[in-house]
Structures are given as structure tokens and as C-alpha cells.
T-cell receptor, first 110, second 113 residues
Framework: SQQGEEDPQALSIQEGENATMNCSYK?????LQWYRQNSGRGLVHLIL?????REKHSGRLRVTLDTSKKSSSLLITASRAADTASYFC??????????FGAGTTVTVRA | EAGVTQFPSHSVIEKGQTVTLRCDPI?????LYWYRRVMGKEIKFLLH????????ESGMPNNRFLAERTGGTYSTLKVQPAELEDSGVYFC???????????FGPGTRLTVT
């Protein structure tokens, strides 16, 4: 069954604006990972946050994790056209297999 | 360092035919995974190899799917016979020891007509 669910399903923003998407999950996790998929290409690993971490940064990306609410958010600051992609959260329950959500499609308008 | 590679990038076959997908993981990665995304739905786990051994194949949909990883290097996923509902994108991923970051290949888009 689907573990992660992203919200919103689609997001359209102007270049330079920030984009925020959320992920909710159902069971306890070992870690949560965010991936990006550009059209027609593979999944690119963006960031991993462990269950004992609350916030993590990587460049223009900021990820938060609230295990009490079973939710995570991904913030992309100062968006660029190249950020146009689908973003997926994936949870790892310490059994190696990742459970993905349906993804958030982000469109950055020039 | 070369990433995960998959071949072919796209395959179009007729219902009832056989298709074999190949995945070459990142060198030195013992863990290899297969996932697929069908009809725009979420990406779902198929199976997990540790070296040449199947660690978890709980996500394999039925016995028409056969995965192998001879010698613990590359892996193949065979679909025989293919059905219409098998259409989708098949991803392969690999990781080092432990449930750490999984690095994905570009995927193989399978179209069954």
C-alpha cells in the first residue's frame, strides 16, 4: 500500500519564488528521502533525513521532518526553470524497500 | 563514477511476447533493487538483491516476472508472457551496504500493445 502521499499534486510558480511541498506517511520510518524526476529521465536522489533529525539543508533545498505528525516538507528556495520536475518522497522502514508517494509536479515559469 | 545504467531505454512489444530488461548497478554496490511505475501511479517496489541472493521479492506481481543477478553484478528482469497491464517504467536502483541512499537508473519504459 502507498506509504507516502505528497501534497499538492501539482504546483506552478514564478522563477525566483519558493516552492513548498509536503509528504505524509503512515507507519514509523527509519529515514525519509526526497527524489526528483525530470521529464523522461531517472530519479535523482536529493536528500535523506533520518528519523532522529528534524531539519536538513542542501544548497537551495530545506527538508523538515515531524515524526509526531508523520510528515515532511521540502522547500526549494529561489526556484529556477531547471527545477521543473516531479518530486517524490520515499520512506524507508529499515527493510530496504522504499515506499513512494504519487509525487508533486512542479512547474517553474520563466 | 558511472551511475546505474539500464537497457533498453524503451521497449515496445506485443502482448504475449517476452522482454528482458537489464540493469547495471554502481560498481561495488551489493544491494540492487527493481521498482516500477505503472500508469502514472506511485512507484512500487518489486524486489531486492543482496549480491546474487534475492533478499525480498514481495513486490513481484506474479510468476510472469523473473529476476536474476548472476555473479552479483548486473541484473535482468524478464517478463514472460507480457500483458497490457505490465506497461510502465521499470527502475533499477543500487545502494551500498545498509538501507542508505538508493541511486536510481534512468528507467526502461515498457509499452505492451
Amino acid at each position: 500500500s502507498q506509504q507516502g502521499e505528497e501534497d499538492p499534486q501539482a504546483l506552478s510558480i514564478q522563477e525566483g519564488e519558493n516552492a513548498t511541498m509536503n509528504c505524509s506517511y503512515k507507519t514509523s520510518i527509519n529515514n525519509l528521502q526526497w527524489y526528483r524526476q525530470n521529464s523522461g529521465r531517472g530519479l535523482v536522489h536529493l536528500i535523506l533525513i533520518r528519523s532522529n533529525e528534524r531539519e536538513k539543508h542542501s544548497g537551495r533545498l530545506r527538508v523538515t521532518l515531524d515524526t509526531s505528525k508523520k510528515s515532511s516538507s521540502l522547500l526549494i528556495t529561489a526556484s529556477r526553470a531547471a527545477d521543473t520536475a516531479s518530486y517524490f518522497c520515499a520512506t524507508d522502514n529499515n527493510d530496504y524497500k522504499l515506499s513512494f508517494g504519487a509525487g508533486t509536479t512542479v512547474t517553474v515559469r520563466a | 563514477e558511472a551511475g546505474v545504467t539500464q537497457f533498453p531505454s524503451h521497449s515496445v512489444i506485443e502482448k504475449g511476447q517476452t522482454v528482458t530488461l537489464r540493469c547495471d548497478p554502481i560498481s561495488g554496490h551489493d544491494n540492487l533493487y527493481w521498482y516500477r511505475r505503472v500508469m502514472g501511479k506511485e512507484i512500487k517496489f518489486l524486489l531486492h538483491f543482496v549480491k546474487e541472493s534475492k533478499q525480498d521479492e514481495s513486490g513481484m506481481p506474479n510468476n510472469r516476472f523473473l529476476a536474476e543477478r548472476t555473479g552479483g553484478t548486473y541484473s535482468t528482469l524478464k517478463v514472460q508472457p507480457a500483458e497490457l497491464e505490465d506497461s510502465g517504467v521499470y527502475f533499477c536502483a543500487s545502494s551500498q551496504k545498509g538501507p542508505y541512499e538508493q541511486y536510481f537508473g534512468p528507467g526502461t519504459r515498457l509499452t505492451v500493445t
